[in-house]
Structures are given as C-alpha cells and as structure tokens.
C-alpha cells in the first residue's frame, strides 16, 4: 500500500532458546513435538489475532503514537500506519487489542498549553561556593542527587508556553538558542521533545551546537542533561528542562 509503514514485532529469542533447551532435555510431551498438530488453546489465540482495527486520530499525531503502540502490543501483533489520513490500524488478540485502543483514546485528547521552565548553568568542580539558592528547590535537590560539580552560574534561564505538536524555537539568555517539537502528554506523566537542539552563540565565534538529539521528561520531574563545555574536564554545561501540563494530577482525557 502506498504511503504506509508496516510494523511486525518478531517473537524473542528467549522463548525460540528455552523451547530448544526442552526438547534436548527430553521434557517434551509427545503430542506438542508432533509438527502440524494445533492444540485447542492455540487455534483459539490464532483466531483471535485475526481482529483488526482502524483507529483514526482526530488530535494527536499518529507518528507520535507509533513507538508507543508497538511497545504495548503482543509479539504476534501488528500495526499499520496511514500518513494521509492520520490513521493506525491494529491487528492483535482481542484481549490486547481492547488494551490499546483505551491507550490510543487517551492518547488523542484535545492538544493542550505545556509549560516549560528551563535552565542554563555552567557547572564546575573547581570553583567555591553553591550559588544554587537561585534556582528552585527541586533543581536543587537533582543538581546535589546526580552531578558531581562543586560550584554553578547562571548563563540564562526562560519560561514559556508551548501547544501539544508545535514547533518551538527559544532564546535563552543571550547565547543560548532552543529548538524541538513538543510530543504529547502520555498517561503515565511522560511527554518527548522531539528534534532538540541547542546552538550556542558568542561575539566573534560561529554558532555552536551543544546538543542534537530526543529528550523524554516526566512532567513535574526536572530533566538534568550535563553536556562537555569547553573540552575541560573540570567543567560542564548543564540543561534542566521542567515541563508542567493540565493533565499533571495524571487524570485521563476522559476523568
């Protein structure tokens, strides 16, 4: 079909391994190592993966959905996505197939503003002193959990909105520049930034980009990203992203 991607999941190599095991043991009852012969569990799992399903988004990005679905489908699953029309369609035991489209209808709610607050440090394991008293508590708090610098300054900080699927380009301080698309609010508190980069720019140098790359972040949990500075190992350059949304009491669309 044109303008589609086919997905299948393959089964894992465990279960081929363990199956090779018990037969060398000889643990094998008769009738399961005889070929061609269907037990009745297994003609009643095969029938039920012949249930397909057409979910088309009405909100939300179907790429976006994607990764996700094939994570929660069964090996024997499959999933087909249809750009033009912003459609998945799902093929899949009912049982799970039930699963995911009450994740796929949660997934497509209404796009909604996410607040963003993000923070630009240089970081060093020289200097004296903990200038943290500037930024918040809880950055404080993952700064001291998982970074072994000694001493921060402030190079730029910024808060602002953005909409569920929109492009977002940002200056932070005056070197600093900021791009991604934001994803989409996931219903255990999750949200990808999608294509982030961050340039830096200084009097009488070239631009310089420091990071290139996808991000996941819990919403209300800051994400600390420590990236190498000045080729030193003595310091670094630290980005802490907090994301906050309506969704952040982890209600479902639909609550």
Known sequence: MRGAVAVRRALAAPVLLAGALLAAAGTLQPALAQPGRVQPGDAQQEAETQIRHAFTLQHQRADDALEWMQ?????QGTIELQRATNTLVLRDRSSVLE????????????RQQIEFEIFILEASRRGSGDPRSELPAQLTDELGNWLAFTSYRLLGEGQFE??????VRY????EFRLGFRVGTVLLDRRLKLYGVEI???????????????????WV???????LPY????????VVAV?????REDGLGAGD
Do not use: Q, Y
């Open 99 to 110: 699963h995911l489209l009450a994740l796929l209808r949660d997934f497509d709610h209404p």
């Open 220 to 226: 209300g949990k800051p994400l600390v990203l420590a």
């Open 171 to 174: 200056e932070i301080g005056t």
């Open 71 to 75: 994570n929660e489908m069964s090996p």
């Open 199 to 217: 340039e830096r720019s200084r009097s009488a140098v070239l631009d310089e980009r420091v990071f290139n790359g996808h991000l996941n972040v």
């Open 162 to 167: 953005a909409t569920e699927g929109e492009n």
């Open 230 to 237: 000045r080729g030193s190992d003595a310091s670094g350059l």
């Open 242 to 246: 907090t994301v906050r949304s309506p």
